[in-house]
């Protein structure tokens, strides 16, 4: 490979692997606090890809003020769905058990609620905008402004929600939650606010992540199973409900699809799942996670 | 002669030993108790044993089969059988199928349909289940619940069984009861193994207590050395003890 | 075995049934329409993956979420051995075929995920078709040039009739291994794999052969069902609709009895055949609601509420009877 290959093989790693790192993050919150296996997170990425495209060609907002407004709304109804639905499903589940696995398929009823919405308002071909395409020149190789925008971004906001759940106060009654959230209870943490949160949360990082998907890829609205899995292999990968882990794997998977996209283009989503296999034989419990 | 014994047994989670290079030994025959406050290692040992999850360091040997490695359903067949602490019964199932589930797979060979039927039902008569065996688990109170995990286990022919608080939550009347169910089974030759916090019992009926503290064995001895001993009193001052009597 | 199960009053009753049904679809391609055939193709399909999802998922409590992926590999399958240019093997050697290939896939995969914890299988069974989907592109476009596969078509009659002896077979393994011990052994690892394993079951083994079984029904029905499309693609094959409607029929139709799938698939069939046609869209959308209304409100499915309607139905039959004394009967 000679230095140019390995410049792009880098960035576009690093960018693949950010949003990976997001989109992980996200489910990975959903799953290891409010226990969600949420199979309809790469639904919720298209849907905010969608919203981009839409607020950039009909109202000419550009993708990152529209952010503004997608974080926000994202936020809002990933603790409304939490609040309504899994609430409702904790409530009435008998065991924790039981719960992990109607949420389970609840979130994949959910997956095909929107992606049907989306489909009735979007339809199903796929569609693309243009905004700062204009090239970039990094150590000789030039890649698109939006792209690198949008790794900047990626970066600045996986490091910042990692920094969160580590060191703030919120952080750490979310981590408390996660871990034991009777214990948590009894400690003053309000069980049915902190839930839908990180529930929200989750759904928040999904809008970000598509919000950046859409500035540098074209979208459509089959787009979102492709990522759950992408999601799903790096939280197996980085250990279920490990933040950190699904932080590193997002990255490790980004630069292993740029180097297998080298070889041969059609095959990343086999080397991922090659990766996965290969880890969940030889260490059950991921990179870097919890029992 | 030891059925039963380990040396050096040792579990790490995470960076805390949870059991710390324990010796022990139980012999044939014998009803040895395990004793020791909360969080003093005893249920560990008994899944390190029963291989619910591995050990740390250190060796365990059955009959002479070192334990290290092998999966539950092995040490199973191996002839070695336990009750769980939360009880974990069969719950929508009846308390037959309960004690099938023992007969059918506790044994190194395959038991026929007949075979394990029969044996499923002179292990509910042991026990005094009879009258409800076409019940589903989950109707039965916590106490014949109990009894339904001993018959499983009991089908499951082991010649050592490991009882981990039997008579947590049981009346002083139901204690005596499980006093006596647990001597008539090592009458009929099966070694007992017991993790327990009520003193009445483990006095009563066991020949031997060892006595775990923060994952070390602090003492070992017949009940009335265990008694005596200073340290061991210490470390249940401030405990909540059953007295059960 | 316990020859006076079998002769008692309700067993007739349920035997004599089943004959009936089953004549009735013997003889209906004589006088039904070839799209009513057709429907019933569908129906009979839905069954078949439904029944065999149960057969698994039902007792385990491992939710499989790999329909898709191993009727695809069944579709393949069939493809490789009935392409249009002439069959290699005769239909039902085909049908087998695709039944092996899924068991053996099934058997593979299992053994690497069904040691782990359940939440770990789901996410590798919901990845798989994704995945397979993947590959198959991947080979049609650059191994062999050229995307989809033709088959030797079949009309809808044969497909009918070769998914009855599916279906049958697949009620026949289903029925066969809940009464056997191996059923008591997956029903005990649903109810507490650690207890289960304590007490001698091989769990990780238990798991894979019963999840390989159900592969195998899944496999039988897409090679069956290929030629009868007679051209099929990855889309087409792995498309993770196959793995979402199974789970769905179940839920709705109650997974404790063997015939709460079947009606199940058999209604929410030819809901979706009908609303296809009508509503391509909204018949997607109010299925995917349906399923988290259905998994909220009524988690037993239809033949969940059998029990509480019989308890409710019991108390009123004693109360009419002997003027308020209310003996309770034992359910039969």
Same mark, same amino acid.
């Given at each position: ?229 992408? @999601? #799903?292999?790096? &939280? /197996?990968?980085?250990? =279920?409900?490990? +933040? ?8 490790? !998977? %980004? ?10 283009? @059609? #095959?990343?989503? &086999? /080397?991922?799942?090659? =990766?996965?296999? +290969? ?8 990179? !870097? %996670?919890?029992? | ?245 | ?332």
């Amino acid at each position: 490979m000679d230095k140019a290959t390995i410049v792009w093989v880098i960035i576009s790693g690093l960018l693949n692997g950010s949003i990976y790192a997001l989109i992980a993050m996200g489910l990975s919150i959903q799953y290891g606090v409010a226990k969600v296996l949420n199979l309809s997170h790469g639904e919720f990425i298209m849907v905010a890809a969608w919203l981009t495209f839409a607020f950039f060609t009909s109202f000419g907002i550009n993708p990152l003020a529209s952010a503004a407004i997608t974080a926000p709304l994202f936020l809002g109804i990933g603790f409304l769905i939490h609040r309504t639905i899994f609430t409702t499903l904790r409530k009435r589940a008998p065991t924790p058990a039981a719960f992990e696995g109607n949420s389970l398929l609840v979130a994949f009823g959910l997956l095909y609620v929107v992606q049907n919405i989306a489909l009735l308002i979007w339809g199903g071909k796929p569609r693309a905008y243009f905004w700062l395409t204009s090239g970039v020149d990094i150590l000789g190789v030039r890649f698109a402004l939006n792209n690198v925008i949008a790794l900047a971004v990626a970066v600045a906001l996986g490091v910042a929600f990692y920094v969160f759940v580590n060191r703030s106060r919120l952080g750490k009654a979310i981590r408390a939650a996660a871990q034991d959230p009777a214990t948590a209870g009894l400690m003053g943490i309000n069980i049915n606010w902190v839930l839908p949160l990180c529930f929200g949360l989750g759904a928040l990082l999904a809008g970000i992540a598509g919000l950046l998907l859409s500035m540098c890829y074209s979208i459509s609205t089959f787009m979102g199973i492709g990522y759950t899995v992408i @999601a #799903l292999i790096v &939280v /197996a990968l980085g250990g =279920l409900g490990s +933040i950190p882990g699904s932080f590193i794997g997002g990255f490790i !998977l %980004g630069i292993v699809g740029s180097i297998v996209v080298q070889f041969e283009s @059609a #095959l990343s989503m &086999v /080397a991922f799942y090659a =990766l996965l296999m +290969i880890l969940l034989v030889a260490r059950p419990k991921g990179l !870097l %996670g919890k029992t | 002669m030891p059925i039963l014994e380990g040396q050096g047994v040792t579990k790490y989670f995470g960076g805390l030993a949870a059991v710390s290079n324990v010796d022990f030994h139980v012999d044939q025959g014998e009803i040895v108790g395990l004793i020791g406050p909360n969080g003093a290692g005893k249920t560990t040992l008994f899944n390190l044993i029963s291989a619910a999850f591995p050990i740390s360091s250190g060796e365990m040997r059955f009959k002479g089969h070192k334990l290290n490695g092998l999966k539950p359903h092995q040490i199973c067949k191996l002839g070695v059988s336990r009750t769980f602490q939360e009880t974990k019964v069969f719950a929508n199932i009846s308390v037959l199928q309960n004690v099938l589930v023992g007969a059918f797979f506790g044994t190194p060979t395959r038991v026929s349909a007949a075979d394990a039927a029969r044996e499923a039902s002179q292990a509910l008569e042991f026990v005094g289940l009879t009258a409800m065996s076409a019940l589903p688990t989950k109707d039965l109170t916590m106490v014949n619940q109990k009894r339904t995990e001993v018959a499983r286990a009991l089908a499951t022919k082991p010649e050592l069984l490991l009882l981990d608080e039997l008579m947590a939550g049981l009346t002083p009347a139901e204690v005596s009861e499980a006093m006596e169910l647990v001597t008539r089974i090592r009458d009929k030759g099966i070694t007992v193994f017991m993790v327990e916090h009520v003193m009445k019992a483990i006095i009563g009926i066991c020949g031997r207590i060892i006595v775990l503290h923060h994952g070390e064995k602090i003492a070992e001895g017949t009940p009335q050395e265990i008694t005596a001993n200073k340290t061991v009193i210490e470390i249940y001052l401030g405990e909540e003890t059953h007295a059960g009597s | 075995m316990d020859i006076s199960k079998f002769t008692s009053k309700k067993s007739l009753l349920v035997a004599g049934l089943v004959l009936a049904i089953l004549v009735f679809l013997a003889t209906f391609p004589t006088y039904g329409s070839n799209s009513e055939v057709g429907i019933w193709v569908t129906i009979l399909m839905y069954i078949i993956l439904t029944v065999s999802w149960v057969m698994f998922s039902g007792t385990t409590g491992y939710m499989s979420l790999a329909v898709a992926a191993f009727f695809g590999i069944g579709m393949y399958t069939a493809a490789f051995l009935y392409p249009k240019s002439g069959p290699l093997l005769p239909l039902p050697a085909v049908v087998i075929m695709g039944g092996l290939v899924s068991f053996v896939f099934a058997l593979l995969t299992g053994l690497v995920t069904l040691r782990l914890k359940g939440m770990y299988f789901a996410i590798f069974t919901f990845g798989f078709s994704v995945l397979l989907y993947h590959l198959m592109v991947y080979y049609e476009l650059q191994i062999i040039g050229y995307r989809g596969q033709r088959l030797t078509p079949i009309t809808n009659v044969t497909a009918f009739y070769i998914l009855i002896i599916v279906m049958v077979l697949t009620l026949l393994a289903a029925y066969l291994i809940r009464r056997s011990r191996l059923g008591l052994a997956m029903q005990s690892i649903g109810e507490s794999e650690d207890a289960a394993a304590h007490m001698g079951v091989n769990t990780t083994m238990v798991k894979v052969i019963t999840f390989a079984i159900s592969a195998f029904f899944m496999g039988a029905a897409g090679a069956a069902l290929a030629p009868k499309w007679e051209y099929i693609d990855p889309s087409v094959a792995f498309n993770m609709f196959y793995s979402f409607m199974p789970v769905l029929m179940a839920v709705f139709g109650g997974m404790r009895e063997l015939y709460g799938p079947v009606i199940g698939a058999a209604i929410f069939a030819y809901t979706e055949r009908t609303l296809r046609l009508r509503f391509p869209y909204y018949y997607m959308l109010s299925f995917g609601i349906a399923l988290i209304l259905i998994i909220i409100y009524l988690p037993g499915g239809l033949t969940g509420l059998v029990p509480t309607l019989k308890d409710k139905l019991g108390g009123v039959i004693a109360r009419l009877r002997k003027g308020g004394q209310s003996d309770r009967h034992a359910n039969t």
